[in-house]
């Protein structure tokens, strides 16, 4: 086990076997210095974990909450793997490409081997309060897993998420209003009262316009899930987006993006985090 401890925040490293992956998944621990087994804690999963040392997540966790601008967050971040597109993804439905084959045993490594190793290790007890999030194709796993699971989970953090992800290809006889996964997912699904998700864009994540509407598709899809949310009876209270203007689809543009989602997610005070330019919020 690696481990390093700053002013607010003990990170530490572990590897974790999986027999449903048959691997061993690399998970990074952030969790408070203030953490005892009797408080009630949140807990946010986030892919591409590898990801997080870039930006850097700890320094940033650290100073939220040494600010005291969030309230005490256990933050998991999880490797992906070299099989990465199989094990992301929609886990009940592959893309047209047979991608996201292993999504659910991606799920039953999450459900079945990691949440119990980290309540057993941390003594993490009773009602223990839980998000996931995640950048483009880990963005769409971690909606995924929040919408087929909420009675485990009651918040989604996507970041630039592959909300493209489709049945069919474009040349296959592609239909808008049904061949997006996830916006069908949320379509035959139903409304679960104390769910939110959180959504981000970049003005430049990509030039893709399928459509040809002058909307980038990555805009276009999240607007597009957030509409089908919002039949389902969601709000603006339990939904919020905001799209970045000068935002790329690239690690900085979403480790500057991460301060503003774990405010609203768990913020003890006002927003220190303006959504007005270079961002816009709807």
């Known amino acids: ?69 969030i309230h005490p967050l256990f933050c998991i971040g999880i490797h992906a793997g070299e099989d990465r597109r199989m ?31 980290l309540k057993e290790t941390y003594h993490l007890q009773g009602n223990l309060d839980m998000a996931y999030a995640g950048f483009s194709l880990g963005g769409l796993a971690a909606i995924d897993m929040v919408w087929n699971y909420p009675q485990l989970f009651s918040i989604a953090g996507v970041f630039s998420g592959s909300l493209w992800w489709r049945s069919k290809d474009l040349d296959q006889g592609y239909n808008e209003d049904t061949d997006r996964i996830m916006h069908q997912q949320v379509r035959m699904g139903k409304y679960h009262a104390g769910q939110r998700f ?51 689809h690239d690690v900085e543009t979403w480790a500057r993006a991460l301060p503003a989602f774990l405010e609203w997610g768990w913020g003890n005070k006002a927003s220190r985090f303006p959504t007005s330019s270079p961002a816009e919020s709807c």
């Open 1 to 69: 086990m690696q481990c390093k401890e700053l002013a607010a925040l003990v990170v530490e490293q572990i590897t974790v076997p999986s027999q449903f992956l048959q691997r061993d998944v690399t998970i990074d621990i952030y969790r408070p210095t203030t953490f005892s087994p009797n408080d009630k804690l949140s807990l946010l999963l986030i892919n591409d974990g590898q990801d997080l040392p870039k930006m850097p997540f700890a320094p940033l966790l650290n100073e939220l909450l040494i600010n005291g601008v």
């Open 198 to 248: 959180y959504f981000t864009t970049g003005s430049q994540d990509e030039t893709a316009d399928r459509n040809n509407n002058g909307i980038i598709d990555s805009i276009d899809d999240t607007l597009g899930l957030i509409e089908e949310l919002k039949k389902k009876g969601y709000t603006d209270k339990d939904i919020h987006y905001i799209n970045y203007e000068d935002g790329r």
């Open 87 to 117: 094990e992301y993804g929609t886990a009940k439905v592959l893309d047209f490409m047979q991608r996201g084959a292993k999504a659910e045993l991606h799920a039953q490594f999450v459900l079945f081997e990691l949440l119990p190793l």
